[in-house]
């Protein structure tokens, strides 16, 4: 109206609209519009510092006992042998799958900035999924190693040569890897939806899956596929050489020859069970069907208390492991009792 002052927006202040700050926006007003933000672990639950106190101490045994494992089977020429070659690539595996997650959650615990990069995400899922196929071949070949051992011992020298089971190493970690690289390149191409907030605690694919606006029913089923042939498919494969194994073994006449047979089969076997019984609950399940909290309890299993366990059941359960142990501990303590 005419004769009125204009007061300054300086006394004024902002708008009422501009007010309300969005609190997603807050949390991303450090980042660039490509990265993820990460819910975290558990975020319902108030106070989750033991289950972190608990994951940091399980990741040290973790890489504590499977570079040990490796090595005894690398200095020890006793170890020298097709399966303990390939139990060393499983260790190997195991450092690679817990290194992936394990120290950014607990960093993002500690620092309370739950943010990775676009490319960090895509590497983190590329190597996620490398392991978790990988790591299903391997163990079929590692089972298929116990069958020739039980079933032909006189032509396991002619069938299991050196360059055989590198070519299974290597076979197992191409195809895990080729089979991710395929993965992760069409999820993290997916356009995403106004929200990059990732309801865990690493770049699990059904997650950032969750994340996408276009229609994802075919890949969805391409998924399911690539689930039945790295995981049944080899569970399958696994349960097929056990029943022959087993039943070979039940026909020794030895009770000495059983219990070696047994105890050699029953290490592979637990850990086989850890594996693919977790395994198949992460890939296996439509992504329709996906939970956070589910998701989060079988990752933490199969990241931090399967790759722990591995090199502990191979050791209490293999008179070799620990006898390669003893002799190292012996060569240490002799050096130690030299110097002083």
């Known amino acids: 109206m005419p004769g009125e002052i204009p007061i300054p927006d300086t006394l004024t202040g902002f708008p009422p609209d501009n007010i309300k700050i969005n609190v997603s926006l807050r949390r991303r007003n450090d980042t660039s519009t490509t990265d993820f933000i990460f819910h975290g672990l558990f975020p319902d639950r108030g106070n989750i510092i033991f289950l972190i106190y608990f994951i940091l101490l399980s990741y040290i045994t973790a890489l504590f006992g499977n570079t040990t494992l490796i090595l005894l089977i690398w200095v020890d020429s006793r170890l020298h042998t097709p399966m303990y070659l390939l139990l060393s690539q499983l260790s190997v595996m195991d450092l690679v799958v817990t290194t992936t997650s394990i120290p950014k959650l607990i960093t993002d615990f500690w620092v309370d900035r739950k943010i990775i990069s676009q490319v960090g995400c895509g590497i983190q899922m590329l190597l996620y999924v490398t392991i978790a196929g990988s790591e299903c071949i391997l163990l079929t070949l590692m089972s298929y190693d116990r069958y020739v051992a039980v079933c032909n011992p006189l032509r396991y020298s002619v069938i299991m040569t050196p360059r055989v089971c590198l070519q299974m190493a290597v076979s197992s970690w191409t195809v895990g890897f080729l089979n991710s690289l395929v993965h992760t390149g069409y999820v993290m191409h997916l356009p995403i939806c106004d929200s990059r907030e990732i309801e865990h605690y690493f770049c699990e694919l059904l997650a950032i899956l969750q994340l996408s606006c276009d229609d994802t029913s075919v890949y969805e089923m391409i998924l399911f596929v690539t689930g039945i042939v790295f ?70 299993f199969y990241n931090i208390l399967t790759p722990m366990s591995n090199p502990i059941i191979y050791s209490l359960r293999n008179k070799e492991v620990v006898g390669a142990l003893r002799k190292v501990l012996g060569i240490l303590f002799q050096i130690k009792d030299r110097r002083y």
């Open 231 to 300: 995981f049944l498919i080899p569970f399958g494969l696994i349960l097929a050489s056990y029943s022959l194994i087993f039943l070979t073994v039940f026909r020794m006449k030895s009770k000495k020859g059983k219990k070696k047979a047994l105890a050699t089969c029953s290490s592979h076997l637990t850990v086989v069970s850890l594996y693919l019984g977790s395994g198949i609950f992460i890939l296996m399940v439509p992504p329709a069907m996906y939970s956070a909290k589910p998701s989060q309890a079988v990752s933490l």
